[in-house]
């Protein structure tokens, strides 16, 4: 598939576009932070083609047949607009600009073959985890350098086997692309909430309430952490799972994301399990490890990530006796989180806590 445009703008989809409004709601896409898809075909909406939307995988209008008419790259929409930007296109109310990049689709034996269908195994040594390049590869901090100068700035020395130059670094290779693009700007706008979190109700600091939205930009990231903590210590996670994330950047509805008050005796704390999770009637299912369980710290706050790979219809569910401490952010965020909790975590009931995901 190629696509070529003339110079000024970057057009919506092509290399390098930055924002572009969405096809289907008309508000803006920001490529580095929302989740969302190309749309090409034709003007008249007669034949469209979506990609983008998941992993390896193109919708098209007729997947056996490309029309003969000439075809554009038509622009972009939100993941969550997909339908509206059909229903709109094929009725013809989305007005193009007069210069649009041609689309060329290649089908059958034009299209050289694809590598083995792999998304179902975790990712491999030497490439993204999130996008499976190779190439470009740069150092990501998994507690983010802003972590280790916020902590500098609280007057803490940090030292030990993980930690170069009063730094934390505990890095894993991913591409240039994701770490400075997506990654970056959902860094950015976690650190807005955390810090603020991290603060709240001391001194003479008032609590502080997440919205649904809040919760849910909390999830991602924690999500996003949980998964390079995986790719750090021999991956479980199925890539297609990582790779499905860096397009939607929201979790999945497999994962399920709490957040807790914590007082932290050190800089992070982490541990991440493999599990086996049985179904209701006590069977196990056909993959082995079928989940995963990933608890870790940053400032005063745990998180705890849990997730199975059977998808479909399976959903975790949660027995644990920590009302008050515990507070569930994804997939069923409360209408408004109130921060800090009276009763919080520490050294001695992290063990537990940890050991609670069985
Ligand atoms: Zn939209
Ligand atoms: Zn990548």
């Given at each position: 598939m190629t696509?070529?445009?003339?110079?000024?703008?970057?057009?919506?989809?092509m290399?390098?576009?930055?924002?572009?409004?969405?096809?289907?709601?008309?508000?803006?896409?920001?490529?580095?932070?929302?989740?969302?898809?190309?749309?090409?075909?034709?003007?008249?909406?007669?034949?469209?083609?979506?990609?983008?939307?998941?992993?390896?995988?193109?919708?098209?209008?007729?997947?056996?047949?490309?029309?003969?008419?000439?075809?554009?790259?038509?622009?972009?929409?939100?993941?969550s607009?997909?339908?509206?930007?059909?229903?709109?296109?094929?009725?013809?109310?989305?007005?193009?600009?007069?210069?649009?990049p041609?689309?060329?689709?290649?089908?059958?034996?034009?299209?050289?073959?694809?590598?083995?269908y792999?998304?179902?195994?975790?990712?491999?040594?030497?490439?993204?985890?999130?996008?499976?390049?190779?190439?470009?590869?740069?150092?990501?901090?998994?507690?983010?350098?802003?972590?280790s100068?916020?902590?500098?700035?609280?007057?803490?020395?940090?030292?030990?086997?993980?930690?170069?130059?009063?730094?934390?670094?505990?890095?894993?290779?991913?591409?240039?692309?994701?770490?400075?693009?997506?990654?970056?700007?959902?860094?950015?706008?976690?650190?807005?909430?955390?810090?603020?979190?991290?603060?709240?109700?001391?001194?003479?600091?008032?609590?502080i309430q997440?919205?649904?939205?809040?919760?849910?930009?909390?999830?991602?990231?924690?999500?996003?952490?949980?998964?390079?903590?995986?790719?750090?210590?021999?991956?479980?996670?199925?890539?297609?799972?990582?790779?499905?994330?860096?397009?939607?950047?929201?979790?999945?509805?497999?994962?399920?994301v709490?957040?807790?008050?914590?007082?932290?005796?050190?800089?992070?704390?982490?541990?991440?399990?493999?599990?086996?999770?049985?179904?209701?009637?006590?069977?196990?299912?056909?993959?082995?490890?079928?989940?995963?369980?990933?608890?870790?710290?940053?400032?005063?706050?745990?998180?705890?990530?849990?997730?199975?790979?059977?998808?479909?219809?399976?959903?975790?569910?949660?027995?644990?006796?920590?009302?008050?401490?515990?507070?569930?952010?994804?997939?069923?965020?409360?209408?408004?989180?109130?921060w800090?909790?009276?009763?919080?975590?520490?050294?001695?009931s992290?063990?537990?806590?940890?050991?609670?995901?069985?």
């Open positions: 696509g070529r445009a003339d110079a000024g703008k970057v057009p919506a989809g290399p390098g576009w930055r924002n572009a409004p969405c096809l289907g709601c008309g508000s803006k896409v920001v490529q580095s932070r929302d989740g969302w898809l190309i749309i090409g075909g034709t003007r008249s909406g007669s034949y469209l083609v979506a990609w983008g939307a998941m992993p390896r995988l193109i919708y098209a209008t007729d997947p056996a047949g490309v029309p003969g008419e000439k075809l554009f790259m038509l622009g972009v929409a939100h993941q607009c997909i339908h509206t930007t059909r229903a709109r296109l094929e009725a013809g109310t989305v007005r193009f600009p007069a210069e649009l041609d689309l060329e689709l290649e089908q059958g034996d034009q299209v050289p073959p694809l590598p083995l792999m998304l179902d195994k975790p990712a491999e040594p030497g490439s993204c985890p999130f996008c499976d390049s190779r190439f470009l590869l740069t150092d990501e901090h998994i507690w983010p350098l802003w972590y100068r916020e902590l500098q700035a609280r007057g803490a020395i940090l030292t030990g086997a993980a930690t170069k130059n009063n730094r934390i670094n505990i890095t894993i290779p991913v591409c240039d692309d994701c770490n400075n693009k997506w990654m970056s700007v959902l860094e950015g706008d976690v650190k807005e909430l955390l810090v603020p979190m991290a603060d709240a109700g001391a001194g003479a600091r008032e609590p997440l919205s649904v939205a809040q919760q849910i930009r909390l999830s991602t990231w924690a999500v996003k952490t949980a998964y390079l903590i995986d790719a750090y210590q021999g991956p479980v996670i199925p890539r297609g799972f990582l790779q499905e994330f860096a397009l939607k950047r929201v979790p999945n509805p497999w994962t399920m709490w957040v807790g008050g914590y007082t932290p005796d050190v800089a992070l704390r982490a541990d991440k399990k493999a599990l086996d999770f049985l179904t209701s009637d006590g069977q196990p299912t056909k993959n082995s490890p079928n989940s995963f369980s990933i608890t870790f710290t940053i400032l005063n706050l745990v998180f705890q990530v849990v997730g199975h790979f059977n998808g479909g219809t399976w959903t975790l569910r949660d027995n644990r006796q920590y009302d008050g401490a515990l507070f569930e952010i994804w997939p069923n965020p409360a209408e408004k989180l109130s800090p909790p009276s009763i919080g975590f520490s050294q001695i992290w063990d537990a806590l940890v050991a609670s995901i069985s």
